[in-house]
């Protein structure tokens, strides 16, 4: 019912940046929070950060001060600013949300993913 769709992965050199897009498509009633987590080969998922209906984000702090969440609302997309990225940031990204959907419940929905891959 609901499709969740990340994009602007790739290959960048330490010091680079990229923006990671997550847009929310389907059946939506509404989406009550999104996040961001990330998963590097052979370890557990681990949360990245997340914001709000009503805007309030938090942020890993392995992340903070040099990601940023954000949200378009009117287009139900997300964002993550991914500056100053380090060979450990490397990793599959996914998003997240919690989505009210056509049935009228809350349910948590994933994406499928996009690899971000910080190397020399």
């Known amino acids: 019912q609901v499709q969740l769709v990340e994009s602007g992965g790739g290959l960048v050199q330490p010091g680079g940046s990229l923006r990671l897009s997550c847009a929310a498509s389907?059946?939506?009633?509404?989406?009550?929070?999104m996040g961001w987590y990330r998963q590097a080969p052979g370890e557990e998922r681990e949360w990245v950060a997340d914001?709000?209906?009503?805007?309030?984000?938090t942020i890993a702090n392995s992340v903070r001060g040099r990601f940023t969440i954000s949200r378009d609302t009117a287009e139900n997309t997300l964002y993550l600013q991914m500056n100053s990225l380090k060979p450990e940031d490397t990793a599959v990204y996914y998003c997240?949300?919690?989505?009210?959907?056509?049935?009228?419940?809350?349910?948590?929905?994933w994406g499928q993913g996009t690899q971000v891959t910080v190397s020399s």
């Open positions: 997240n949300a919690r989505v009210v959907d056509g049935s009228g419940y809350e349910r948590l929905y």
């Open positions: 389907g059946r939506i009633i509404g989406i009550n929070a």
């Open positions: 914001r709000t209906r009503a805007g309030l984000t």
